[in-house]
């Protein structure tokens, strides 16, 4: 079946670093686009991040734009978020989704159980 | 950007109610619009996708319609497990997905 499964969060200081993962399985990697979202702590869904299946047309949220990139391992069926210069508003839980798509239908049909991050001094 | 505004934010009602959320694009979105629900401390889960097609193993309690700027939820008769928070979220912007702010439903 189809798994997702992110790592890498974890406690960092304000204008520090990290590199999350989100390894896959059961399913094609190589043939569909992924996107990273986030959640705040009691707060609603953002969407941060979306790269194509070959790791072309890459797009970020203005919120990260500069400081977050996206990329991905086909080879490794692993999707990747390297954040910099982190800020206490970006602490959240990062979900890793899988694109779905019938025609120019768009939905996001698997998702990971999120890994929390945490900017904080 | 596409913003979508969801009411109401939250929601309370009893097991076998009928209830209805709305989501409204702040610009006309055709039907790419899916739900999704999501319960504490767990993943989102895709209920409808292109605003009135149910995904496959979803309950048929919950349907979709709208189209353009106004769209709706409905779950005919709630269970215990439909309270939750949902979640509109517009497909139209490609690849900037964004989502609703949420609809907290909780039990009378």
């Known amino acids: 079946q189809v798994r997702l499964v992110e790592s890498g969060g974890g406690v960092v200081q304000p204008g520090g670093s990290l590199r999350l993962s989100c390894a896959t399985s059961?399913?094609?990697?190589?043939?569909?686009?992924m996107h990273w979202v986030r959640q705040s702590p009691g707060k609603g869904l953002e969407w941060v991040a979306s790269i194509r299946y070959d790791g072309g047309n890459k797009n970020h949220a203005e919120s990260v734009k500069g400081r977050f990139i996206i990329s991905r391992d086909n080879a490794k069926n692993t999707l990747y978020l390297e954040m910099s210069s982190l800020r206490a508003e970006d602490s959240a839980v990062y979900f890793c989704?899988?694109?779905?798509?019938?025609?120019?239908?768009?939905?996001?049909?698997?998702w990971g159980q999120g890994t929390l991050v945490t900017v904080s001094s | 950007d596409i913003q979508l505004t969801q009411s109401p934010s939250s929601l309370s009602a009893s097991v076998g109610d009928r209830v209805t959320i709305t989501c409204r694009a702040s610009?006309?979105?055709?039907?790419?619009l899916n739900w999704y629900q999501q319960k504490p401390g767990k993943a989102p889960k895709l209920l409808i996708y292109?605003?009135?097609s149910l995904q496959s193993g979803v309950p048929s309690r919950f349907s979709g319609s709208g189209s353009g700027t106004d769209f709706t939820l409905s779950i005919s008769s709630l269970q215990p497990e439909d309270f939750a928070t949902y979640y509109c979220q517009q497909t139209y912007n490609t690849p900037m997905y964004s989502f609703g702010q949420g609809t907290k439903l909780e039990i009378k």
């Open positions: 292109a605003a009135s």
């Open positions: 610009q006309r979105i055709s039907s790419y």
């Open positions: 989704a899988k694109v779905g798509r019938i025609g120019e239908l768009i939905f996001f049909d698997y």
């Open positions: 059961g399913f094609a990697f190589s043939n569909y686009a």
